[in-house]
């Protein structure tokens, strides 16, 4: 039997007349009269090369071949129903697949859990992929112009601007002073940053272009000094691994002192001036994506950062 030859029309005027077992009430089900009814299952039935139905005057019953096709029938329909049914959901992104880059520290943001678990909630069919490099974020745009992945939580300075990203601050941080726990500086509430101009520095590579760099230099430069960096490291854990082995200090955005790790503390940092450095958290996707479910996942962090406060550490 080559089904594709087969009207589907046909197949669920068969099911209907199978179901009811009667012409009339199937007709009126299907909201239709008899008569193009009775023609559709005899072509039906002509075509097949069966009979579906004994029928008689007073009675409609199923053949052999009709209780075989029965089943077979509704299976048929069920499947071309769901994928019909899929491919409207793919269309406006209900089904579907994101890849999104992520850095070593931008799992540990409380934002990055809340963001995931939401968008699960509300697409639990669109799979989720995280991509896990180490990159720095510039590097981390360039994965995303050429679509190795679809959309990018890291952080970029208030300034920067690349014509085809469409970008969304997620969350500000601003720098804290992570000390090991057997320091004397532990001691203190707050640490000023003229506390640390003599320390052991733990600073980002210079090359890497982020607001850390920035912010760290920002803070020594308020008191006309700069850190004496014994060690530079790209990835913030591994910041923290340093700082609580006692190889130095280092500045590092609050959302960090929060997580559970033996050996370091964190203490707020104080300026001669106004407020210490932030760290802005972002969401980049590409400006003209095609992707449904991309275009989910940047308007569900819209929403979340419209209707919460954003994380200030």
Not at 24 to 34: E, H
Not at 60 to 89: N, S, W
Not at 159 to 166: S, V
Request: net charge positive; charged share 25%; aromatic share 8%.
């Amino acid at each position: 039997m080559r089904i594709n030859a087969i009207d589907l029309k046909q197949l669920r005027y068969f099911v209907s007349v199978a179901e009811e077992l009667h012409f009339g009430r199937a007709a009126k089900r299907l909201n239709m009269s008899q008569p193009p009814l009775s023609q559709q299952i005899m072509a039906l039935e002509d075509y097949m090369g069966v009979m579906l139905f004994k029928r008689t005057q007073r009675h409609v019953e199923l053949t052999p071949a009709g209780e075989f096709l029965l089943p077979e029938a509704r299976r048929l329909l069920h499947e071309i129903d769901r994928v019909a049914k899929q491919t409207k959901e793919a269309e406006s992104g209900l089904t579907g697949h994101i890849r999104i880059g992520q850095n070593y520290s931008s799992p540990l943001h409380p934002f990055t859990t809340k963001l995931l678990n939401r968008f699960h909630q509300e697409f639990p069919f669109i799979k989720v992929e995280l991509v896990l490099h180490e990159k720095a974020n510039i590097l981390q745009l360039t994965d995303l112009e050429a679509a190795h992945i679809d959309a990018a939580l890291i952080w970029l300075d208030d300034t920067h601007c690349e014509p085809d990203i469409k970008r969304l601050d997620l969350a500000k941080d601003p720098l804290e002073v992570a000390v090991p726990t057997d320091h004397p500086l532990a001691k203190k509430e707050k640490i000023h940053i003229r506390d640390l101009v003599k320390e052991d520095f733990i600073s980002q590579p210079r090359y890497a272009g982020t607001q850390r760099y920035e912010g760290i230099y920002q803070a020594f430069s308020s008191i006309g000094e700069a850190p004496k960096v014994l060690y530079e490291a790209l990835q913030m854990p591994l910041v923290m691994n340093m700082v609580a082995a006692g190889q130095g200090v280092s500045l590092l955005p609050s959302f960090l002192g929060k997580l559970p790790m033996t050996g370091l503390v964190f203490r707020p940092l104080i300026l001669p001036r106004g407020k210490p450095p932030c760290m802005t958290y972002n969401l980049i996707v590409p400006e003209a994506t095609k992707n449904p479910a991309t275009k989910h996942f940047y308007d569900l962090a819209k929403r979340m950062i419209m209707t919460t406060p954003k994380t200030k550490g």
